[in-house]
């Protein structure tokens, strides 16, 4: 569990940033409420900038920080309601929230409007995130409008709108130890679950049986949700990269990928295993899924402070490409396969992307038009593939092979850390947790 003093240091950070760039309000809203169908919510669960900065977990909360020579960090929530709370639980309330979470005022959500109004008189800019949710817009909008209405009485409105995300995404990009503690633990919890899936695969089960399994590895273990929605995939529907249905009989002989990972006080993990339904691998399974593997190890390799971000993937590719070509997929010069991108036929997605909060995690992947370097306290996944799906020039005993192995990793002053390696990745290590 972080600290509220990680969070209120987190706020402090902003609004000295802020303040360098010419100061102004910051109003970043959490996530809202979304009704499933009549009368019932989906869980919910806050927005992550929001998250990031407070640690508060209520719907209807809104952040408010003022830049300047005397800053001032508030929150608006719900009001304490004890009818409400007798059917959907407890709320802090204003003052409770205030005192708890570090706030300078907290005030109940209701007042939000007017008090905006206030807040943005005589400040030089807006810092907020527009066009994600047209209601939040409007309520921008109207305040601002409140505020050019007072013009003559003397005071000013704000001059400028400044996009928050593009502040946040960068102080989410480089993790602290009390992140990378939760996305350890997290790597540890969704390293078991697949361990124990793997365990609980046999021929003639069904794709939601194994789902069940990790579910309830991941919440037993004291995760909140699942990180994303989870895939089982067994046969040819590991071709499909985001197979959900998890509804069919999985058969002998073919293979299962998992992608499923747990997330924890907001933090993601985000494991890839593939293995044998029958726990053997067959000659073709094996040949594809050794090349998988070294493209996996290929692409860690490349993760080390300095590094450009797309050290990995171009190393992935010239393994993958080549294997192809060893395999009798593809025909031609690994180079000109490579220039030409043929090899999408069979791999057809990135390498990996940023993780954190959110799954594909805040952080821009270039900058200045160059691939940003990794630098310590960045944290990723790194999850080769390939798909091969029945056609004429294809080897029919590659047809309706999907593989793909997925790890987390943490870029180190030295090199990186995986996070995922309680799970076995080899031949021999699947086969063996198979056979237990």
Known sequence: MISIEVFRARRARLLADMAARGGGVAVVPTAPERERNRSTFFPYRADSHFFYLCGFREPEAVLVLVAGDSPCQFLFCRAKDEEQETWVGHRHGPEVAAERFGFDSAWPIGELDRKLAELFVNQPAIWTSLGNEPEWDRRILAALKAVRAKVRTGDTAPQTVHEISA?????????????????????????????????????????????????????????????????????????VLHYTDNDRRMLDGELLLIDAGCELDGYASDITRTFPVNGRFSGAQRDLYQLVLAANLAARAEVRPGNGWNAPHEAAVAVLTQGFIDLGLLKGEAKELIETENYRRFYMHRTGHWLGLDVHDAGQYKTNGQWRPFVPGMTLTIEPGCYIRPADDVPEAFWNIGIRIEDNVLVTPDGCEILTDGVPRDIEGIEELMRG
């Open 167 to 239: 502040v946040l995404d960068e102080m989410r990009l480089i993790k602290d130890e009390g992140e990378i503690d939760l996305m350890r633990r997290a790597g540890e919890i969704s390293a078991a679950a697949h361990c124990r899936a793997i365990r609980a695969t046999r021929p003639d089960r069904f794709e939601y049986e194994i789902e069940a399994e990790l579910l309830h590895a991941f919440r037993s273990a004291g995760s909140q949700f699942p990180a994303y929605p989870t895939v089982v995939a067994s046969g040819p529907n590991a071709c």
